[in-house]
């Protein structure tokens, strides 16, 4: 099915380990992002990309790494988890070529650090 | 600051009744407006969304939304809610316009009691 996928669904991390969010969208879109969402926060704008080899700083990008090799993935990398990075993660893609243009959620990735 | 308000966090309403979900915007211009539903443990998933021109905007499961400008609101309505609508409810804008930034509400949690 088209959309896009995030791994792993789940993962528990120790402080100061790292890791590496997936995410894969087959959709051809040029946008892809990267949310948190935190309790009574809604989500806040990690990174984003708005093609291969094109990234840009969000809201909160302290603690988190992206590159963009390929259209279709988007990986977000945690270099020294931190328990500050206990998070639901969300990952999208958009066409963004028309006002017509929407976003398409991955199913998240909870992440806990311990 | 330039920020989303859903000033109600949680709501409960019977089977059957209307619902009406409040969301403010603060930015100058009009902006991209969304709402999205999540259901527990699910990705976000597209309401209805607001560009321009009319001012009342139909979504999926029966939802609509009303923009006004001189309120700088963008409310989601329900003329009679089922019990699956349960979820957390989200509004969103996208101020660039070129898909790269959403900033999200809190969120609204919507209890439906049988």
């Known amino acids: 099915n088209a959309g896009v996928t995030q791994t792993p669904k789940f993962q528990v991390l120790k402080t100061g380990q790292s890791m590496t969010l997936q995410c894969a969208q087959d959709?051809?879109?040029?946008?892809m992002s990267w949310y948190r969402q935190d309790p009574g926060m809604g989500l806040r704008l990690i990174h984003y990309?708005?093609?291969?080899?094109?990234?840009d700083q969000g809201e909160v990008p302290n603690g988190y790494n992206v590159s963009r090799s390929t259209t279709e993935d988007f990986p977000l990398r945690l270099l020294s988890a931190a328990p500050s990075q206990t998070s639901v993660y969300f990952c999208?893609?958009?066409?963004?070529?028309?006002?017509?243009?929407?976003?398409?959620f991955g199913s998240g990735t909870r992440l806990t650090v311990v | 600051a330039q920020s989303v308000t859903q000033p109600d966090i949680h709501i409960t309403v019977s089977e059957g009744a209307s619902l009406e979900l409040r969301c403010n915007y603060s930015y100058g211009a009009t902006p991209y407006l969304f709402w999205y539903v999540q259901s527990p443990g699910q990705g976000l998933q597209l309401l209805l969304k607001y560009f321009s021109g009319d001012t009342l905007v139909q979504g999926i499961k029966g939802f609509e939304a009303e923009f006004k400008r001189s309120q700088s609101s963008f409310n989601l309505r329900k003329p009679s809610v089922h019990w699956s609508d349960a979820a957390e409810y989200f509004c969103a804008v996208d101020r660039s316009g070129s898909a790269r930034q959403l900033t999200f509400g809190s969120g609204t949690q919507l209890t439906v009691l049988p």
């Open positions: 999208a893609s958009s066409s963004g070529a028309s006002p017509n243009y929407g976003y398409t």
């Open positions: 990309s708005v093609g291969a080899g094109i990234t």
């Open positions: 959709m051809n879109h040029e946008y």
